[in-house]
Each structure stands twice: as C-alpha cells, then as structure tokens.
C-alpha cells in the first residue's frame, strides 16, 4: 500500500513538500487552516536554487516570472533626505540574478502541479482543518484534527506529518516544544502589501529604495504588475509594536520621511485589502525531525525576509524531501538524515548571510546608513564595468564536431 502523508499548510513550502512525497510514490493530503487560498501576495526574488527546485518538481512551465527588461541597476532609483533619486542597485542585481515573482506567481504553479494529470492523481487539500494533537508511534503518528466551520473533531492515522505552517508552526509547537525555545530575536519589524499602482513619476517597472537610520521604504517594480511595497523599522519593544493599529504605528515611526514617495506608499497602506505586519525572526533547531514528524520551511528554519532566499530555500526543501525519500524507500530515519545532511549547510548559510543583508534592508544607524550608500555605490560601478566588458567581448566560437 502507498505510505500517506499529512502535510500541514497550504504554502510555498507545504505543496512543494507535497509534490516531492507524490514523486517518491507516497499519498499526501494538506491540511490549511484558512477556508480557502490565498491571492497575490507579496515581492519574491526566486534564486537559482529555487528555479532548480521548480525544474524538480515538474512546475517550472507553470511558473510566471516578472522580471522589468533594464540595464542592471537602471531600473532602481535611490533616494536621499532630500528626496533626490539616483540610479542605484536593487534586489535584482545580486549574485545569482534572481526571478522577481510574487509570491502567489510560486503557489499558483506549485497548485497547477498539485492536479491530477492522468499520471499522478490530484492531491487531497482539506481546508480550515488544523491539528490539534500529534502522537507517534513505532509505525504510525495518529493525529487529532479539527474542522474550523464545524468544531468537529476527528483522529486518522499517517506514516508520516510534515509541518509546512510557517514561522510560528503549530506542528513544532506540539511536537518540539514552544515558539520561545526556537525563534530568535531581530528587534525588527516588516510591513509588506500590494501598491494599487506605481508611485507617481516613477516608470511603471521602477524599484525605489529611500533608507534612514532604522527605517526604511522599498518599492520593488515588476515587468507586468503593480509593484508592492516593504517598510522595516527596527525596534526594541517587538510587544509595544503590535498594539493599536499598524497604519497608525506605520505613520508614527515613519514620520519625519515626508518624501512623495514615503507619503504615496502610507497613505496606499490605508487602502490595501490585506498586509503582513510582523515581527522578524529566524528559527534555530538542532534537528528539524523526529520519528515520523519533519519540519519544513519557515517552520524549521525561517531564514526571514531579509535573507530574501525564504522561498528558494522552501521549494529546495521540499523537492529535496521527496528525493531523499525516493532513495531511501524502505528506511524513513535514513531518508530523513540524509535530506538534512544535504540542506544544512544550505540553510546555515543563508542564515547568517541575513545579518549583513539586514544591514542593506535598514541600516542599523546613520553611520550604517553611509557606509551602506557607499559600498551599493561601489559595487554599482563594479557591475557596469562588467557589463560594459561582457558586451564588448567578442561570442564564443562554434564548438567543432558538434552534432545537431
């Protein structure tokens, strides 16, 4: 009989997680605590790892990339106190050339691989179900769910439950112990949401970065789409920010950057239908499985948005999962050592890489600020050189002997 899995959240990394388990020949079904999909979404820079994982997956045909066709940098504008702008490097310009995407453009295609196609039978998606218990067994975990609509409550039994449900995973949270014990303190705040249109004067694929001391505002532009919009602050009362309203506590930590751009994008905030508004952390485990239980993801090791490789590293996850289980068929505890031997040094260093990326995000003081400004100047000037250089060069010479 096919081994069955419970597979805890809708996401980027609970359905690639589930393709990878459909591939090594197990029966998946998502449980998501939400009544229905989620839309949209915020900015994502897919890195090549990532794009491999699509590939590995089977969903890379599905996935629509958005990236604005510019010289590197040219698109991206810097703005400084006097809200002058000045070409400057943006998210897209790094090492790897990641895809701009929203983060709905890598759900849509991971759901479009979820469905049957006469091969693979379409995978099972229960919503507004959550678990509420989780016990293991020598050959089994029995897990106690619940129908949100309904209140009802029901036991089913699993070969193994894979906790996808993000930074504050209510998987490990049963299974590994509390929140406390594994999430990391940033001192840091995020707010990201969709713009109804690109900022006035502004091209409609522009990027805009405008950085204080503590605070800064991001506008990433795409190719077919309005842009959305990032504001991070940093602070050291986390509890002090989630009271009241966020447009309020937005407005009052912003207040002082009065430029156009900084107003068009507050006073968008008021308007926009939904927003994530939270406190930045990573997830720290020794080990990200049990017996039958295996975290991924934010779940096991949220490397936050400033490392900007939350997804990538999610649909590598996922695909790598469903490999190691493919090649470990008969032994589960192998598998599950060998998928985390193989994504660990991955993850770890990301995770420390965020650190510095945190300081491009928002810079940790004025000092910070212009030593940041400095260096992005620097490293503009690096990458237009060698452009400059690729371009001059003569092609590549026809390999000889090939055959067509």
């Not at 770890?348 to 600020?369: C, D, E, G, I, Y």
Request: charged share 25%; hydrophobic share 40%.
């Amino acid at each position: 009989m096919r081994k069955r899995a419970l597979v805890v959240g809708l996401g980027i990394a609970g359905m690639s997680a589930a393709i990878g388990l459909r591939q090594a020949g197990w029966t998946p079904v998502i449980i998501e605590r939400a009544a229905g999909r989620r839309a949209g979404g915020y900015f994502v820079g897919l890195f090549p790892q990532g794009r491999q994982a699509t590939a590995d997956l089977g969903i890379a045909g599905h996935l629509h990339t958005r990236n604005p066709e510019s010289e590197p940098g040219g698109n991206t504008w810097s703005l400084n106190r006097r809200g002058a702008r000045k070409p400057a490097l943006g998210f897209l310009d790094q090492p790897g050339r990641p895809a701009a995407v929203l983060r709905g453009d890598i759900e849509s295609a991971l759901w479009q691989g979820m469905a049957g196609d006469g091969v693979d039978d379409g995978i099972e998606v229960r919503f507004a179900t959550t678990p509420v218990a989780i016990t293991e067994g020598a050959a089994e975990v029995r897990v106690l769910l619940e129908n949100a609509g309904t209140g009802a409550r029901y036991r089913e039994n699993f070969d193994l439950v894979v906790g996808a449900d993000g930074m504050r995973s209510s998987v490990r949270r049963i299974v590994f112990g509390p929140h406390e014990d594994y999430l990391t303190k940033w001192n840091a705040m995020i707010c990201a949401f969709q713009l109804p249109e690109q900022v006035p004067s502004y091209e409609a694929s522009d990027s805009i970065i405008e950085t204080r001391s503590k605070r800064a505002v991001w506008v990433f532009g795409f190719a077919d789409h309005a842009p959305t919009a990032l504001l991070t602050y940093r602070t050291k009362d986390i509890q002090e920010q989630f009271a009241g309203s966020p447009v309020e506590r937005l407005r009052s930590v912003f207040s002082g950057m009065d430029s156009p751009v900084t107003r068009y994008v507050l006073d968008s905030l008021e308007q926009a239908p939904e927003l994530l508004f939270d406190s930045v952390h990573q997830v720290k485990m020794p080990r990200w499985s049990t017996r039958r239980v295996v975290l991924v993801g934010d779940a096991a090791w949220c490397m936050n948005l400033y490392s900007g490789m939350g997804a990538t590293s999610a649909l590598r996850g996922g695909a790598a999962l469903g490999t190691a289980l493919r090649e470990h068929p008969d032994d589960l505890d192998a598998a599950l050592d060998a998928w985390e031997t193989g994504l660990r040094p991955f993850i770890t260093k990301h995770q420390r890489a965020a650190r510095l990326k945190q300081q491009m995000f928002v810079p940790s003081s004025r000092r910070a600020a212009v030593l940041r400004s400095v260096a992005l100047d620097v490293l503009r000037k690096v990458r237009r050189r060698q452009v400059a250089t690729e371009a001059a060069a003569p092609p590549a010479p026809a390999l000889s002997g090939t055959r067509r």
